[in-house]
């Protein structure tokens, strides 16, 4: 049972389905923007417990509303990585940022002044 005023299970499922559906809506506008038809979630309030219902409602969402769904199913599937997703996706972009090879050089560089002298 949950504590004063907390509404014990039946307000915890009322509070993570309204969260799913808040999170559907922001996914529909992402699959529209930018066209893509797998979506992954995960984290560490990706738990167990809620999956299920993330999962059902966000996919019911995603197919019901974007206008990609004309086109195509677009999936909805928990990650591999479970909790630690966010912290693996944010460690890829630091590195993906940091390695990659650049064309054309620094940004930051500029071409000389015709004096031959740097500014």
């Given at each position: 049972m949950g504590g004063p005023g907390t509404g014990g299970a039946a307000g915890a499922g009322a509070a993570v389905r309204e969260l799913a559906r808040a999170i559907?809506?922001?996914t529909v506008g992402l699959v529209d923007l930018l066209d893509i038809d797998l979506v992954?979630?995960?984290?560490?309030?990706?738990?167990?417990?809620?999956?299920p219902l993330y999962l059902a409602q966000i996919e019911e969402m995603v197919n019901a509303f974007p206008t990609a769904r004309r086109l195509r199913h677009i999936d909805v599937e928990a990650s591999v990585l479970g909790p630690e997703a966010a912290a693996v996706?944010?460690?890829s972009?630091?590195?993906h940022a940091a390695f990659t090879p650049?064309?054309?050089?620094?940004?930051?560089?500029?071409?000389?002044?015709?004096?031959?002298?740097f500014p």
């Open positions: 559907g809506q922001g992954v979630l995960g984290g560490p309030f990706f738990t167990d417990e809620v999956a996706g944010a460690a972009t630091i590195f650049r064309l054309g050089g620094s940004a930051l560089r500029r071409p000389a002044p015709e004096s031959g002298r």
